[in-house]
């Protein structure tokens, strides 16, 4: 079982000057995604307390907007020449798939990378993938 990418900071907040000259404070949002690790075991109880703890520090900063597993396989949609084809999973490989991810909201991408550095620490052994999310 794998948990989802869940990383901790505190909120920090970039000072920024609009064009009319007023000031504005900036965060980036930042999509955190874990796949499977190749040596994935029931957690014991050590991981459930050190993931629980920080998901509440997370949370109380104000820095985590959404976290969670995904199923595995899942359903892949791909569009060629006005056609969508529609194929179920789960997929040739599995170990690949994304299994969890976490959207933070924090002042830079490298708050972001110690993050998920902070994250792989507790999990141990797998790949996790930082993406900033653009948009309102």
């Known amino acids: 079982?794998?948990?989802?990418?869940?990383?901790?900071?505190?909120?920090?907040r970039i000072p920024a000057v609009r064009p009319d000259g007023t000031r504005a404070e900036i965060t980036m949002r930042y999509l955190m995604t874990t796949k499977a690790g190749p040596n994935d075991a029931a957690p014991?109880?050590?991981l459930f307390a050190e993931m629980g703890a920080f998901i509440d520090e997370l949370s109380a900063a104000g820095v985590l907007l959404a976290t969670g597993g995904l199923e595995p396989g899942?359903?892949?949609?791909?569009?060629?020449?006005g056609e969508v084809?529609?194929?179920?999973?789960?997929f040739a490989e599995a170990k690949e798939a994304v299994v969890g991810f976490a959207l933070v909201e924090?002042?830079?991408?490298?708050?972001?990378?110690?993050?998920?550095?902070?994250?792989?620490?507790i999990v141990g052994d797998g790949?996790?993938?930082i993406q900033q999310v653009f948009g309102p």
């Open 1 to 12: 079982m794998e948990f989802p990418v869940t990383l901790l900071l505190r909120r920090v």
């Open 44 to 46: 014991d109880e050590k």
């Open 74 to 81: 899942g359903v892949r949609l791909v569009s060629a020449g």
């Open 85 to 90: 084809t529609v194929t179920d999973g789960p």
């Open 106 to 121: 924090v002042g830079s991408k490298e708050e972001a990378v110690e993050l998920a550095r902070r994250f792989r620490t």
């Open 127 to 129: 790949e996790s993938v």
